[in-house]
């Protein structure tokens, strides 16, 4: 399983412009209803609800919003990139960087728990979450996942 498989150029955000939660999160669901990956509305619906159920920041700069979605075919991983760090969860977590976005149709559940822990090991390099805010578009940042994701089993 290679995250390239599921992730899309025109899902990313290179530089977010929103300053908290709700806001990147309505952020990339807009992103992702440009890229006809389906409603911003549904979307951010979904990611909200997670979030207010169970923060979604594993640290180290990082955050994986994820939800189910009706109406997908596939999984589906979207990137955004803060300008400087958002405090995404509880006042105790670290401000947030990097967003993984993964969003997946009902009944995917094993290949959405897959992808959770992919995302995660890739997260552990040792330069990932730099080299990512160093990339400085769209096609970049694609290119700095696909690097580090072909370098692990």
């Known amino acids: 399983m290679r995250l390239k498989e599921y992730l899309r150029e025109d899902f990313i955000v290179a530089r977010l412009s929103a300053r908290d939660m709700e806001g990147v999160l309505r952020e990339v669901s807009a992103k992702a209803e440009s890229a006809d990956v389906g409603a911003a509305d549904l979307i951010a619906e979904k990611l909200l609800e997670r979030e207010h159920l169970h923060p979604t920041v594993i640290g180290a700069g990082l955050a994986i919003p994820h939800a189910t979605v009706e109406g997908l075919s596939a999984p589906i991983i979207g990137i955004a990139l803060a300008g400087e760090p958002i405090q995404f969860g509880p006042p105790e977590d670290e401000p947030v ?50 690097a580090i994701d072909a370098q692990h089993i």
């Open 97 to 146: 960087e990097v967003f993984f976005v993964l969003l997946s149709p009902p009944g995917s559940e094993r290949e959405h728990v897959k992808l959770l822990a992919r995302i995660c090991r890739l997260a552990r390099h040792e330069d990932f979450i730099d080299r990512l805010e160093e990339a400085s578009d769209e096609a970049g940042i694609l290119d700095v996942v696909e």
